[in-house]
């Protein structure tokens, strides 16, 4: 009987024992942790411009052709110009279709290029004002030496079409190397096919491995034609320029089909506020004066024997193949 009264007490105990722990275990605490609450930092934001800004005073920004700066012109203007006024040139060399496109987003204040439909479009946009042509000279087509198509002295569309069709019928060392930048020269190129008859994309560009195109400026393209033997349209001035490092000859030259025009157009400040309307006018000026005028018809003398390019004047471009104004100064808007 003592034992049966033993095991009940021991089974009693533990019960109280196992429902302490029970309860302990499911019981939160009475006090929780302090919880820190985060003390907010202050962020300091840099607002963003949503136009560029204004370009400097002092500073005139120029996109041109490559053929203009390959040449080295623009690096003798540059100097003179620099030294004269104080004001600091900066240029951009480029096709003339990549320079137009800089000029529209407001990345340069002029334009210096050689393509009269695009300079057109430009204008007709509102993008340029003031626009005058400067100087001038001609196109060339060259090749190597043995002219394996045998265009020399042809007229340029009877010499396109003869590249042509000797390159698609597969004539060993017949090939056309083309800019293919949109530039002037390229654009000039184009239009030579098209005079000739051709849809240029359609039976040229796209015809054959006779025809390649480049990519690049006129430095580069007349090398690589140089390196493969092939026929390639060039402004004068940079053929010259060239001449020395190239297997390559004037072919064809001085046709009125290869007149090559150079205009000066400043960049309207309505379509883009921050452009130096200002420098750019004045800049315009300087290339219109006696001074301007002679620095760009000497150019290239010393060197090769002959200007590479001519500076143009009011009674020479009245006339019709210029079609374009190249007298009486620029004042701001």
Same mark, same amino acid.
């Given at each position: @009987?003592?034992?049966? /009264?033993?095991s009940?007490?021991?089974?009693l ?5 196992i ?5 302990a275990g499911?019981?939160?605490p009475?006090? =929780?942790?302090?919880? @820190?609450t985060?003390?907010?930092?202050p962020?300091?934001?840099t ?5 560029p800004?204004?370009h400097?005073p002092n500073?005139?920004l120029i996109a041109t052709?490559t053929?203009l ?9 540059? %100097?003179i ?7 600091? $040139?900066k &240029?951009? =060399?480029q096709?003339t279709g ?12 002029l334009l ?9 479009? !430009?204008?007709?946009n509102?993008?340029?004002i003031?626009?005058?042509?400067f100087a001038?000279n001609y !196109?060339v087509? $060259?090749?190597p ?8 002295n042809m ?7 003869? +590249?042509r069709?000797m390159?698609?019928n ?5 090939y ?10 390229n654009?000039?190129? &184009?239009?030579l096919?098209?005079k000739a008859?051709? %849809?240029f994309? %359609?039976?040229?560009?796209?015809? *054959?491995?006779? #025809?390649?195109s480049?990519?690049k400026g @006129?430095?580069d ?7 493969k033997?092939?026929y390639?349209?060039?402004?004068e001035?940079?053929?010259?320029a #060239? /001449? =020395? /490092? ?6 064809i030259?001085n046709?009125s ?7 000066a +157009?400043?960049v309207?400040p309505?379509?883009?506020?921050n452009?130096? +309307?200002?420098?750019?006018?004045r800049f &315009?000026n ?6 301007g005028?002679t620095?760009v018809g000497?150019?290239g003398v010393?060197? #090769? *024997?002959?200007?590479? !390019?001519?500076p143009l004047i009011p009674d ?10 190249c ?7």
């Amino acid at each position: @009987m003592n034992s049966l /009264k033993t095991s009940y007490l021991w089974v009693l105990v533990l019960s109280v024992m196992i429902m302490g722990i029970l309860s302990a275990g499911c019981t939160s605490p009475s006090t =929780s942790p302090a919880t @820190m609450t985060p003390t907010a930092t202050p962020v300091t934001t840099t607002a963003i411009p949503t136009t560029p800004a204004p370009h400097d005073p002092n500073a005139l920004l120029i996109a041109t052709t490559t053929s203009l700066y390959d040449t080295g012109l623009l690096n003798q203007i540059q %100097n003179i110009y620099q030294n004269e006024t104080g004001v600091t $040139v900066k &240029i951009t =060399s480029q096709g003339t279709g990549q320079a137009i496109q800089l000029a529209q987003r407001g990345d340069a204040d002029l334009l210096l290029v050689h393509s009269p439909s695009q300079e057109q479009t !430009f204008i007709n946009n509102g993008y340029g004002i003031n626009q005058r042509c400067f100087a001038y000279n001609y !196109f060339v087509i $060259v090749g190597p030496a043995s002219d394996p198509a045998g265009v020399v002295n042809m007229t340029p569309t009877a010499a396109f079409t003869k +590249i042509r069709a000797m390159g698609l019928n597969g004539t060993p060392g017949v090939y056309f190397a083309s800019r293919g930048d949109q530039s002037g020269t390229n654009t000039a190129e &184009i239009n030579l096919w098209t005079k000739a008859g051709f %849809n240029f994309t %359609n039976n040229v560009s796209n015809s *054959g491995p006779w #025809y390649l195109s480049v990519g690049k400026g @006129m430095g580069d393209t007349l090398t690589f034609a140089g390196q493969k033997g092939a026929y390639t349209l060039s402004d004068e001035g940079t053929f010259l320029a #060239y /001449k =020395s /490092k190239l297997n390559l000859v004037i072919l064809i030259q001085n046709n009125s089909q290869l007149l090559n025009r150079y205009s000066a +157009i400043a960049v309207n400040p309505a379509k883009n506020p921050n452009v130096n +309307i200002v420098q750019a006018d004045r800049f &315009i000026n300087w290339l219109l004066s006696p001074e301007g005028r002679t620095v760009v018809g000497t150019y290239g003398v010393a060197n #090769y *024997g002959k200007p590479l !390019f001519n500076p143009l004047i009011p009674d020479a471009c009245s006339a019709s193949q210029f079609n374009c104004t190249c007298g009486g100064n620029v004042t701001p808007v």
